[in-house]
């Protein structure tokens, strides 16, 4: 077994995968399993830094060192993956805060709320009791990995980087030693946070250029009068 048929950290890897808790499926980008959870979502391709905190710890901590094109199954404790469950998320929250929002609590919901999920627990009265735990804190976890490949290709390494950092992929390109990233002045302060982590993962200058929004289509046609 040569040392490029494992991967190490740093490596950016292509992964397919399920996760499971308590034997069945909570997430995947494997067709069949991904049906299990969700009959109508696509599964994606993922890219990963591995080492770099974007699997749960337990997860990927153990993929160290394992072989490209191996299926394993790997199991990992709730204190290396969502934590234990914190009682202090249990909140209780005036039903009008959901009715002025015109949403109807039921026990069992789960939806956004302060950009964290949450569970309805119970409704009493005017009170709705809710849980702002993850769903998966307090579970022990397994997951179905395989490493497909080792990714070189810096414009793919970029594009897994973005969607980590920035949860979204914005215009870019790579030109020789930078990866340059074009949009509004806004996303300036964002993008320079992560030029050191680019330069180590990448060992390329992440630049940013401003791209001026389009004129409307109106205001073109109003100066061409």
Not at 115 to 124: R, Y
């Given at each position: 077994m040569t040392q490029e048929q494992k991967?190490?950290?740093n490596d950016f890897i292509e992964i397919?995968?399920?996760?499971?808790?308590?034997?069945?499926?909570?997430?995947?980008?494997?067709?069949?399993?991904?049906?299990?959870?969700?009959?109508?979502?696509?599964?994606e391709k993922i890219i990963i830094a591995l080492g770099q905190g974007m699997l749960v710890p337990g997860l990927d901590n153990q993929l160290e060192g394992k072989e490209i094109g191996r299926e394993y199954e790997i199991e990992v404790p709730y204190k290396e993956a969502f934590g234990q469950r914190d009682r202090t998320l249990i909140k209780t929250i005036p039903l009008k805060s959901f009715t002025e929002q015109k949403v109807n609590p039921q026990p069992g919901m789960v939806f956004t709320l302060d950009n964290s999920l949450v569970k309805i627990i119970a409704v009493s009265g005017a009170r709705v009791i809710t849980d702002f735990n993850n769903p998966l804190a307090g579970k022990d976890l397994k997951?179905?990995?395989?490493?497909?490949?080792?990714v070189t290709d810096a414009k793919e390494k970029s594009e897994a980087l973005l969607k980590t950092f920035l949860r979204i992929t914005p215009e870019f390109e790579v030109k020789d030693e930078k990866v340059v990233i074009k949009g509004p002045k806004i996303f300036e302060g964002v993008i320079n946070m992560y030029k050191d982590k680019f330069r180590e993962l990448i060992g390329k200058e992440l630049?940013?250029?401003?791209?001026?929004?389009?004129?409307?289509?109106?205001?073109?046609?109003?100066?061409?009068k």
């Amino acid at each position: 077994m040569t040392q490029e048929q494992k991967v190490k950290k740093n490596d950016f890897i292509e992964i397919l995968f399920t996760g499971y808790a308590n034997d069945k499926p909570f997430d995947s980008n494997i067709e069949e399993d991904l049906k299990q959870i969700n009959p109508e979502a696509k599964p994606e391709k993922i890219i990963i830094a591995l080492g770099q905190g974007m699997l749960v710890p337990g997860l990927d901590n153990q993929l160290e060192g394992k072989e490209i094109g191996r299926e394993y199954e790997i199991e990992v404790p709730y204190k290396e993956a969502f934590g234990q469950r914190d009682r202090t998320l249990i909140k209780t929250i005036p039903l009008k805060s959901f009715t002025e929002q015109k949403v109807n609590p039921q026990p069992g919901m789960v939806f956004t709320l302060d950009n964290s999920l949450v569970k309805i627990i119970a409704v009493s009265g005017a009170r709705v009791i809710t849980d702002f735990n993850n769903p998966l804190a307090g579970k022990d976890l397994k997951y179905k990995i395989t490493i497909v490949r080792k990714v070189t290709d810096a414009k793919e390494k970029s594009e897994a980087l973005l969607k980590t950092f920035l949860r979204i992929t914005p215009e870019f390109e790579v030109k020789d030693e930078k990866v340059v990233i074009k949009g509004p002045k806004i996303f300036e302060g964002v993008i320079n946070m992560y030029k050191d982590k680019f330069r180590e993962l990448i060992g390329k200058e992440l630049v940013f250029e401003e791209k001026k929004e389009e004129k409307k289509l109106e205001e073109k046609l109003e100066e061409n009068k």
